[in-house]
């Protein structure tokens, strides 16, 4: 962890100013928009999802209103007439077994009993019918129609409805959804088929005695088209139980078909033991949400998936992110342009620096607005301005100290005076033979004619090289041919090229001094002059004595510092017991005229020799 802290910050040490204003100010920008983002997105969710709740409870209460309204309309109020009605009453009364079962006294009073009831009450509904009544012993009635076999409604009744203990009182007990067997079935209607049964007691309103029973059979289609055009089941699923967790009415028909609420049986654990939480998320990530209706006996349960809870959640999600992008966008323009605004004018004076750095002092930077980048600015003008006029005071001062030391050079030497009288010494060593003597004096002469040279600094490359030459026939004679020299040009069109004045002859004195004088043998020196893309190379080479790597190193080193040494005193000694003054002394001169990538080169080897080269730029 410390690691990748450590590489971040070097990678943020590393970065430009510019980058990092835009970095850190898009940072602080992200951040706080990503927390405000979050805070209104959690918000608005919580709203969308109790406003969505509160929808979905008010159309699960609209349900339920219908339902009861339904029961109420249909069931409780047909029963409160068809207790106190006397005719039924004695129709139920005049039982009688035997003759039941030797004529067809049951069928008559079905018949009067279904005919007193759609005559008066029209309880025959579409789909919620009074489908029998049983007397005090048990005996059933249907009414249903077209009404199936008696002994299977009887078995039914027996078995399922009169197997709990008969209670005396009014209150409707609700049995869960199952198969019609009061009817025959309408094939391929479900709905129809599957109904929900009622039974209420029939006791005598003048003496409490009971004498009956009515059954009731709701279709679940008459619960379902309650709800069947409703957004829920659009969007999710709708379905009713009883308190003991059995089905009464689902939205989907395979539900009803199969009445298997497997698939439901985590939610409506949780809604028989929560009944007080009238909303809850279920484990798989759905909105669940349950009202009682007819009387506590029902529950109605809304599934919905929170997706579709959510769905305007998602869009204000995309809009909103949508509106941060763009004013990230926006963000990120201004900030960039804020932060070039701001770096530009410190590049402006890194450039300025830059062209000093190079030699060129006559910059300035001309910065408005920004008070302290003005201020700098300001500042820099000043001390670029003052080193320009330090520069130029002491280029003068050196400029005449130079022309001075030239002065008073000249003046203690007159050149033609030295002229005349080398000439005459020439002419007095040939009248008596002395070929030596004038051969030396012609080029003592010749020598000093090319040194002065009025005064030039600059002059043709055939010119130097015959300053050199006069110089080696000079030291010829004098060390009586003990070396000899020779110079080969690349090509003729060299000799018009132009070089700085005076420096062969310090490198050849060297050579002879430091190299060939040594040598036991005749030594040789070769002067190689070329063009080379652009620069003009002086390659001097000998058969001295050379050096070694120790000393080449001395001597390389001691050219490399004497042009930095300013005006620090310079060991004149150390440098000619080197063999370093004269090479020092062109080198610096080459760079001062041509800058830093021309000078000398030197490479050595001990009992071998050495090779001097000369950079120099090609001029016409």
């Known amino acids: 962890m410390k690691k990748r802290l450590y590489n971040l910050w070097r990678y943020w040490d590393k970065l430009k100013l510019k980058h990092r204003l835009i970095l850190l100010n898009f940072t602080i920008i992200i951040l706080i928009t990503s927390i405000i983002t979050v805070i209104m997105l959690n918000y608005s969710k919580k709203i969308i999802s109790e406003n969505s709740t509160v929808l979905i409870q008010d159309s699960i209460n609209q349900i339920n209103r219908s339902i009861d309204e339904m029961l109420k309309e249909q069931l409780y109020a047909v029963s409160e007439f068809i207790i106190n009605d006397d005719d039924i009453n004695e129709y139920l009364s005049r039982y009688n077994k035997e003759q039941y079962i030797g004529n067809r006294q049951k069928e008559v009073d079905t018949f009067l009993i279904r005919k007193k009831l759609s005559e008066q009450y029209f309880i025959y509904q579409e789909h919620i019918n009074l489908a029998a009544i049983i007397n005090d012993d048990g005996e ?16 039914y009744i027996d078995n399922l409805i009169r197997k709990a203990e008969i209670s005396k009182d009014l209150t409707v007990k609700w049995y869960p959804l199952t198969d019609n067997i009061f009817t025959e079935k309408d094939a391929g209607q479900s709905r129809i088929n ?3 049964i009622a039974r209420r007691n029939m006791i005598r309103a003048t003496s409490g005695k009971y004498i009956g029973e009515q059954i009731y059979t709701i279709s679940e289609k008459a619960i379902y088209e309650k709800y069947s055009d409703s957004e829920l089941i659009k969007e999710g699923i709708v379905f009713i139980i009883d308190r003991n967790g059995h089905l009464v009415s689902h939205s989907q028909l395979e539900m009803i078909e199969s009445k298997n609420l497997e698939n439901h049986s985590t939610i409506i654990h949780e809604v028989l033991n929560n009944p007080e939480n009238s909303y809850f998320i279920s484990s798989d990530n759905k909105l669940v949400i349950h009202e009682s209706l007819n009387e506590k006996n029902w529950i109605t349960i809304a599934v919905m998936p929170t997706n579709i809870i959510y769905k305007d959640i998602s869009r204000i999600y995309f809009l909103f992110i949508l509106l941060i992008v763009i004013l990230l966008l926006i963000a990120g323009i201004s900030i960039t342009m804020i ?3 701001i770096v530009q004018p410190i590049k402006r004076i890194i450039r300025s620096m830059e062209e000093v750095e190079k030699g060129n002092f006559n910059v300035s930077v001309n910065i408005k607005g920004q008070y302290e980048i003005s201020k700098l600015a300001k500042y820099y003008n000043n001390m670029i301005s003052k080193i320009n006029q330090l520069i130029e005071e002491e280029y003068i001062l050196e400029k005449k100290k130079k022309t001075a030391e030239l002065d008073a ?10 002229y005349n009288t080398l000439e005459s010494i020439v002419w007095k060593a040939r009248s008596i033979g002395a070929e030596d003597i004038s051969e030396m004096s012609y080029s003592l002469g010749k020598f000093f004619r090319i040194s002065v040279n009025r005064g030039q600094i600059i002059v043709p490359v055939e010119e130097e ?5 006069a110089y080696v026939n000079i030291q010829k004679i004098r060390y009586g041919n003990k070396f000899d020299m020779t110079i080969h040009l690349e090509d003729e069109h060299i000799k018009a090229y132009k070089t700085l004045k005076l420096i062969l002859q310090p490198i050849v004195e060297n050579a002879i001094m430091y190299g060939i004088e040594p040598l036991e043998g005749v030594g040789y020196i070769k002067i190689t002059v070329l063009e080379d893309v652009g620069h003009l190379l002086f390659i ?3 058969n001295g004595k050379g050096m070694v790597k120790d000393r080449l190193d001395v001597v390389m080193n001691k050219l490399n510092t004497y042009k930095d040494m300013g005006n620090e005193e310079v060991d004149v000694k150390e440098m000619k017991r080197n063999g370093g003054i004269g090479l020092s002394n062109v080198c610096e001169r080459i760079r001062l005229y041509f800058g830093e990538e021309y000078g ?5 080897t001990l009992n071998q020799g050495t090779v001097v080269t000369i950079k120099m730029p090609l001029m016409e």
């Not at 090289?465 to 030459?469: I, Y």
């Not at 000398?600 to 050595?604: A, L, P, Q, T, V």
């Open 600 to 604: 000398i080169r030197i490479e050595s």
């Open 465 to 469: 090289l015959n300053h050199v030459r």
């Open 140 to 155: 059933v009635y249907n009414l249903s129609y077209p009404v199936n076999e008696d002994s299977i409604v009887q078995n």
């Open 339 to 341: 932060s070039d605004r």
């Open 194 to 196: 599957n109904v929900v």
């Open 540 to 542: 001097i080479e000998d």
């Open 409 to 418: 050079l000249m003046a203690q030497i007159n050149p033609h005076f030295l």
